[in-house]
T-cell receptor
């Protein structure tokens, strides 16, 4: 199964630490999206990346959060100096192309818990 | 029956009955709609999609209906099975964008 892979599946951090979440898209997909899901809520768009480019980060907090999708390797969502409010499930999705009617395939998510 | 809990509305149906899950979408410019199923601890799984130039689309045991006049989307599941128990989300997208807007979700409980 060459679907979207995310790791770690579960991540526990203390306040002030850094969290790094990794996402490997479906093989051949060059478009990656990150979403955040709070308990009992729908997913909220954070950022859209293509290889080596951030296309849209309008859903991502201005501070402490960053994302990258290097030419080689997985996409990384990085949260610096985590706070309790960052506790959530973070999902990565990938697609083959951009534009309308373009199905996004989701990974299993990383559940971040901030103590 | 259908009830609204603290967060997610819940729909309870008997095994073998048909389920109808409803969604009101927000953007009149949205022209692509997707239903996702999310089981506990897993990521959203694609079920079926529909474009705005259609009002009905059928898959295996599932049917999506789109009413653009009232911005309403529904998912019908025929002969509901225990494995259908999950949270169901509708998502909308506008042509040329990629930011799926997800609804709040409905929890489906299948009673044996």
């Amino acid at each position: 199964n060459a679907g979207v892979m995310q790791n770690p599946r579960h991540l526990v951090r203390r306040r002030g630490q850094e969290a790094r979440l990794r996402c490997s898209p479906v093989k051949g997909h060059s478009h990656v999206y990150w979403y955040r899901q709070l308990p009992e809520e729908g997913l909220k768009f954070m950022v859209y990346l293509q290889k080596e480019n951030i296309i849209d980060e309008s859903g991502m907090p201005k501070e402490r959060f960053s994302a990258e999708f290097p030419k080689e390797g997985p996409s990384i969502l990085r949260i610096q100096q985590v706070v309790r409010g960052d506790s959530a499930a973070y999902f990565c999705a990938s697609s083959h192309r951009q534009g309308a009617y373009n199905e996004q395939f989701f990974g299993p998510g990383t559940r971040l818990t901030v103590l | 029956g259908e009830s609204v809990g603290l967060h997610l509305p819940t729909l309870s149906v008997q095994e073998g009955d048909n389920s109808i899950i409803n969604c009101a979408y927000s953007n009149s410019a949205s022209d692509y709609f997707i239903w996702y199923k999310q089981e506990s601890g897993k990521g959203p799984q694609f079920i079926i999609d529909i474009r705005s130039n259609m009002d009905k689309r059928q898959g295996q045991r599932v049917t999506v209906l789109l009413n653009k006049t009232v911005k309403h989307l529904s998912l019908q599941i025929a002969a509901t099975q225990p494995g259908d128990s999950a949270v169901y989300f509708c998502a909308e997208d506008s042509s040329g964008t990629y930011k799926y807007i997800f609804g709040t979700g409905t929890r489906l409980k299948v009673l044996a």
